[in-house]
């Protein structure tokens, strides 16, 4: 695996642990921060995975934009973009009062996030 890649999945790993521990508190979860960094972490393996096929990229670029990118790869086939659609809004929506997640986004969204992880993690030949 390339360096950089290696380095891509280390933050979308960040993202997906962070996801992971907001959802799984008791009191007063943010579901905002939630889809985001789950949105966050499918985004960034995504984009560790373009890294890997050496497929250019604009590093602020959305998770719509980097799908856009990978959709000419030889992998394209084997990625399930529903995940990723439902996703693609809380990149930037959760940002703001308008966009507000509920409990069920969040229980969503990380489902979402995983599969997608573990679909990206086997491409990029990694343990899940």
């Not at 009062?97 to 990380?110: L, Q, S, T």
Request: hydrophobic share 40%.
């Amino acid at each position: 695996m390339r360096p950089e890649t290696l380095e891509w999945v280390e933050k979308a790993e960040g993202d997906f642990q962070t996801a992971g521990r907001e959802a799984a508190v008791a009191e007063a979860p943010n579901f905002s921060a939630v889809c985001f960094h789950a949105q966050q972490s499918a985004e960034k393996y995504l984009k560790a995975l373009l890294v890997e096929h050496e497929v250019l990229f604009s590093q602020d670029s959305q998770l719509a934009d980097a799908r856009r990118a990978f959709a000419s790869g030889k992998d394209r086939h084997r990625i399930d973009c529903r995940p990723l659609a439902r996703l693609t809004p809380y990149g930037i929506d959760v940002r703001y009062p308008v966009g507000r997640p509920d409990a069920n986004a969040a229980k969503e969204a990380m489902p979402d996030c995983a599969t997608v992880r573990s679909l990206l993690r086997k491409l990029l030949g990694m343990l899940l």
